[in-house]
């Protein structure tokens, strides 16, 4: 049997000493186990908070600080060559590949064909960036205009819209041909005289007032007045020795309702169309009112009278505008946009293409109601209705698409829609005898 620890001591060691150092081992002995306890409660807690704490540690990077993570960044990539820009990789790799390595003593003083390639591509490429610096600080300079006799001419037919002023001419020939009675050569010529310089004088004034607008279109930026080619003085001395003369030969070399129609167009699309354009989208309207004055001052001239039959050919001038100008204006959005013109394409777009198809199904039924008003044959409707359905299918497509493709198909159509028609009806005219002919009763 082995001896306790106590037994131990006290063989080895007897009297007083013995007795102190076994009270000082059985001491030891029982809080032995509470201290190997408390030692190891100690370590865990430790390692528990120092967990914590990396736990803590971590989520403060990876959460509060996502910016401190390395990012790779991507090397730079070295200038290219002006030379090699305007060869292929490939080929500038191979030239690259191609040139030998001579040793230092054996290279030629004279130089590379290569190089002198570079040098020259270089070197073109600074004088090209040059010139086209030195011709865009030219264009920002102020530099007079010089007017010489022969470009006259010219920028005054760009000045009064000579497109715009012989469509005006036809309309007002076509309203004369189809008015009743006999042909009057010397006062169709002086009615399309005095219609052409009206017209004239309104686009001029009209250009006139809208030079700071105009300038921040593309499609009107490079108009006589934006570009500076005449001064706005000699403008407006062409639109009076227009207005005065044309206003002049309406009144007295035709009759007074011509005169006083022409001057009211001209008062209407220079003092109420050009302004409102940046008003409200009833310009569009106003605009059409002035489009559908030219037939009509033609049949006055030829009949001097205001009667329905001037007021219908009006009305498919009216009606005709409105596929014509909607579908232009939506394509030239944005420049209506720049130029700060309200316009239904920009502001009303729906109302844009519904008004337009609108418009397209009315000159169907003002068609038919040519030949109620013995302006037309009853042919006409009828021979006049394919042109008229295909183009108000168009109109449908512009409503139900809305898009570029859809407007410009609207749009050319509208070019030679408007002069078919007009030719129908001229070739459709009803005749004073075939109407004396229908009321007379057999004897």
Same mark, same amino acid.
């Given at each position: 049997?082995?001896?306790?620890?106590?037994?131990?001591?006290?063989?080895?060691?007897?009297?007083?000493?013995?007795?102190?150092?076994?009270?000082?081992?059985?001491?030891?002995?029982?809080?032995?186990?509470?201290?190997?306890?408390?030692?190891?409660?100690?370590?865990?807690?430790?390692?528990?908070?120092?967990?914590?704490?990396?736990?803590?540690?971590?989520?403060?990077?990876?959460?509060?600080?996502?910016?401190?993570?390395?990012?790779?960044?991507?090397?730079?990539?070295?200038?290219?060559?002006?030379?090699?820009?305007?060869?292929?990789?490939?080929?500038?790799?191979?030239?690259?590949?191609?040139?030998?390595?001579?040793?230092?003593?054996?290279?030629?003083?004279?130089?590379?064909?290569?190089?002198?390639?570079?040098?020259?591509?270089?070197?073109?490429?600074?004088?090209?960036?040059?010139?086209?610096?030195?011709?865009?600080?030219?264009?920002?300079?102020?530099?007079?205009?010089?007017?010489?006799?022969?470009?006259?001419?010219?920028?005054?037919?760009?000045?009064?819209?000579?497109?715009?002023?012989?469509?005006?001419?036809?309309?007002?020939?076509?309203?004369?041909?189809?008015?009743?009675?006999?042909?009057?050569?010397?006062?169709?010529?002086?009615?399309?005289?005095?219609?052409?310089?009206?017209?004239?004088?309104?686009?001029?004034?009209?250009?006139?007032?809208?030079?700071?607008?105009?300038?921040?279109?593309?499609?009107?930026?490079?108009?006589?007045?934006?570009?500076?080619?005449?001064? &706005?003085? !000699?403008?407006?001395?062409? #639109?009076?020795?227009?207005?005065?003369?044309?206003? %002049? $030969?309406? /009144?007295?070399?035709?009759?007074?309702?011509?005169?006083?129609?022409?001057?009211?167009?001209?008062?209407?699309?220079?003092?109420?169309?050009?302004?409102?354009?940046?008003?409200?989208?009833?310009?569009?309207?106003?605009?059409?009112?002035?489009?559908?004055?030219?037939?009509?001052?033609?049949?006055?001239?030829?009949?001097?009278?205001?009667?329905?039959?001037?007021?219908?050919?009006?009305?498919?001038?009216?009606?005709?505008?409105?596929?014509?100008?909607?579908?232009?204006?939506?394509?030239?959005?944005?420049?209506?946009?720049?130029?700060?013109?309200?316009?239904?394409?920009?502001?009303? &777009?729906? !109302?844009?293409?519904?008004? #337009?198809?609108?418009?397209?199904?009315?000159?169907? %039924? $003002?068609? /038919?109601?040519?030949?109620?008003?013995?302006?037309?044959?009853?042919?006409?409707?009828?021979?006049?209705?394919?042109?008229?359905?295909?183009?108000?299918?168009?109109?449908?497509?512009?409503?139900?698409?809305?898009?570029?493709?859809?407007?410009?198909?609207?749009?050319?159509?509208?070019?030679?829609?408007?002069?078919?028609?007009?030719?129908?009806?001229?070739?459709?005219?009803?005749?004073?005898?075939?109407?004396?002919?229908?009321?007379?009763?057999?004897?």
């Amino acid at each position: 049997m082995a001896a306790s620890p106590h037994t131990l001591s006290s063989r080895i060691l007897t009297g007083s000493v013995g007795g102190c150092v076994w009270y000082l081992e059985r001491r030891a002995l029982q809080g032995l186990p509470h201290r190997v306890t408390h030692l190891f409660r100690n370590v865990n807690n430790q390692w528990v908070t120092v967990q914590h704490l990396s736990f803590l540690k971590r989520m403060y990077v990876t959460q509060l600080h996502r910016g401190l993570s390395q990012r790779v960044k991507p090397k730079p990539e070295p200038p290219a060559s002006p030379f090699l820009e305007h060869t292929s990789s490939g080929q500038a790799r191979a030239e690259v590949d191609e040139v030998p390595s001579f040793p230092a003593p054996s290279l030629p003083l004279s130089r590379k064909p290569n190089e002198e390639l570079v040098e020259l591509g270089a070197t073109s490429i600074m004088d090209n960036s040059l010139d086209t610096a030195k011709e865009k600080k030219e264009e920002k300079q102020w530099k007079e205009m010089k007017l010489h006799t022969d470009d006259l001419p010219g920028i005054l037919a760009r000045l009064s819209k000579i497109k715009l002023t012989a469509l005006v001419v036809s309309t007002t020939s076509a309203g004369f041909a189809l008015a009743p009675g006999p042909f009057d050569w010397s006062c169709f010529l002086l009615t399309s005289l005095g219609t052409g310089l009206a017209s004239c004088a309104a686009n001029s004034i009209n250009q006139f007032f809208e030079v700071p607008f105009d300038s921040n279109m593309n499609r009107t930026k490079n108009r006589p007045l934006v570009r500076g080619q005449i001064s &706005p003085l !000699l403008a407006v001395s062409f #639109a009076t020795c227009c207005a005065v003369p044309g206003v %002049a $030969l309406l /009144t007295w070399g035709v009759n007074p309702l011509t005169g006083a129609l022409g001057f009211f167009n001209i008062f209407l699309y220079t003092c109420c169309y050009t302004p409102l354009k940046r008003i409200s989208i009833a310009n569009t309207w106003v605009g059409a009112v002035v489009g559908a004055i030219p037939p009509v001052m033609g049949w006055t001239a030829a009949t001097g009278s205001l009667d329905a039959g001037a007021l219908l050919l009006g009305g498919i001038l009216y009606s005709w505008q409105f596929p014509h100008f909607n579908a232009l204006s939506w394509g030239l959005r944005e420049d209506y946009s720049r130029g700060g013109y309200c316009m239904m394409s920009v502001t009303h &777009p729906a !109302l844009c293409r519904r008004v #337009a198809l609108r418009h397209c199904l009315a000159l169907i %039924a $003002l068609s /038919t109601a040519a030949p109620v008003l013995d302006i037309t044959t009853w042919v006409f409707p009828i021979i006049s209705l394919p042109i008229n359905l295909y183009i108000s299918y168009l109109g449908f497509r512009f409503y139900m698409d809305a898009d570029r493709k859809s407007s410009r198909k609207l749009f050319f159509c509208s070019l030679w829609h408007l002069p078919l028609l007009l030719l129908l009806m001229l070739t459709c005219k009803q005749r004073p005898g075939q109407e004396g002919d229908k009321g007379e009763a057999p004897s």
